[in-house]
């Protein structure tokens, strides 16, 4: 997969790309990703990427120029699957958007700033909008990264186990068990018995019995 980000943030990018999964898939050649500065495409002298906007008010507008140029050569390299631009009122990020797209070839993610984008960025070249929760964000370069990680690590090949994004939370519309590791007694707090017992057909009934009960509990939507 390959991944073009358009920002004017893209040392915002550095550390959460470099580290951890994504850092790996990046290494094992599974995914690429791109930055490009947005004010890099900024025809004025002063590299401007914003202005006032029209309606008045307190709050700059990304103008549509600078974000054009960038898409534009980018589609004329290579064809993309969508472009899509990180937005409060976007389709809400959740684990089967995440499937969705982690099967695409190339993307291109836009990040707005201020009080976003100029709309006929919006009308003229995306095809997709993501929120990543009801709240608004100063910037999408963080959104951008929680949809990425949310999407590479699903690509087969990135995970060593392969099995191990299938029984995380929300595949299957379950919410994962709880989990623990030793010390069996901390303090007087003991794991669960039957996971100490070995048998593993009573710990596979018992996993599927506490995600159950998980989810009937914290997201009884799911069921
Ligand atoms: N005026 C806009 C908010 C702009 S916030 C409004 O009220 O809808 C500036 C930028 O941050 C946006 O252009 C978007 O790219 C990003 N952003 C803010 N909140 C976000 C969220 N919940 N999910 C994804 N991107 C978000």
Not at 47 to 62: I, P, R, T
Not at 122 to 127: F, G, H, L
Not at 132 to 152: N, Q
Request: hydrophobic letters at 35%; glycine letters at 6%.
């Amino acid at each position: 997969m390959r991944i073009d980000i358009l920002t004017i943030f893209p040392e915002m990018f550095e550390s959460p790309f470099n580290h951890s999964i994504i850092r790996r898939a990046k290494q094992k050649g599974i995914v690429e990703i791109f930055t490009h500065n947005i004010r890099d495409y900024s025809q004025n002298k002063q590299k401007s990427v914003d202005d006032y906007a029209f309606s008045g008010g307190a709050g700059m507008v990304m103008m549509i120029e600078p974000i054009a140029l960038c898409i534009d050569k980018l589609k004329s390299e290579r064809t993309y699957n969508e472009i899509i631009y990180m937005s409060p009122d976007g389709h809400l990020l959740d684990q089967k958007t995440a499937n969705h797209f982690s099967t695409f070839e190339n993307i291109i993610i836009l990040c707005g700033h201020y009080k976003g984008v100029d709309e006929r960025v919006r009308e003229i070249y995306i095809t997709k909008e993501i929120s990543i929760g009801d709240y608004v964000l100063s910037g999408g370069e963080l959104g951008a990264a929680v949809f990425c990680d949310a999407i590479i690590r699903l690509i087969p090949g990135v995970l060593n186990d392969e099995t191990s994004a299938l029984s995380d939370s929300f595949q299957d519309n379950l919410i994962s068990p709880p989990v623990y590791t030793r010390p069996a007694d901390y303090k007087g707090h003991k794991v669960p018995e039957i996971l100490l017992s070995g048998n593993e057909k009573l710990i596979k009934q018992w996993l599927m019995e506490k995600s159950l009960e998980r989810t009937k509990e914290r997201r009884p939507g799911l069921l």
